[in-house]
C-alpha cells in the first residue's frame, strides 16, 4: 500500500466520525445563571459615562491614587494654619531682587485703612527714631543705634507690594505668634521678614541678627493711644 493510498483509508475511517461529533455540537448552549449575572453587569458597566476611564488596572490605579490626592488637600486646606503658605503671598523673583505681593483671601474682608497702628514693643531699647512715614494704607517706621537699624513696615493687605533684595537667597518660614511668616537672609547682612496677621502685613528689616529680628518681630503689637 502506497503512503497515498494510506492517507484515503484513514480519511475514509475518520470522517464519518468527525461528521457525527460535529453534528451533536450544533446544538444551543445553556450559559448557568451565575454566568448570564456577570454577562449582565458588564454590559451595565459598560454604559456608564465613566467606564473608559477604569477599563484597565492602570486607569483604575491612576483614579484611586487620584482620590486620594484629592482627599488629602482637601484637608490641608481646610485648616486655615495650613492653608496660610498657599495663599498668604505671591512672589516673583527676579535676577538681584524679588516682587512679593499679598494674595488675599477671597472669603475675608481685610481693612481698606490702616485702623489699628502697631508698634515693635520688645528688643528695642536703645534704638532711636529716625524716620517715621504715615498714610492711609502703609506706615514705614526706622530705628537705628550706632550701626544697627531695624526698618518696620505695616501695610493694608490690598495694598502690600514690595520690591525686596533677595540675590543669592533662599527663603524660610518662620512662626511668628501663629503666623507663618516668610524670611531671608540677604548677601548685604540683613534679615527680612514678611508675615500677614490676618489683618495687616508687616515687615521688618534688620542687621541685628535673625534671632533677634524674630524677638522683636513676636513682639510687634497694636500701639497704645
Sequence with gaps: M?????????????????????????????????????????IKRRKKPYYSMVNTALKRAAVIVLAVFITAFTAVMSVDALRKPFISFITSPFRSCSNVKSEPQSSTVYPATIKEKYRITGGIDGFETVYCDETAQRISIDHTNGSKSVMFEQWVVEAFDKNVNTEDCETERVEINGCE????????????LIWNNGEYVFCITSNVGKDELITMAKSVQKAEK
Excluded at 182 to 191: E, H, I, Q, T
Aim: proline share 4%; charged share 25%; aromatic share 14%.
Design 181 to 192: 511668616a516668610m524670611g531671608w537672609s540677604d548677601n548685604k547682612g540683613y534679615y527680612h
Design 2 to 42: 502506497t503512503q497515498k493510498e494510506y492517507k484515503q483509508c484513514i480519511s475514509r475511517a475518520l470522517c464519518p466520525e468527525y461528521e457525527e461529533m460535529l453534528a451533536q455540537g450544533t446544538g444551543e448552549h445553556t450559559f448557568s445563571p451565575q454566568f448570564e449575572k456577570k454577562m449582565q453587569k458588564l
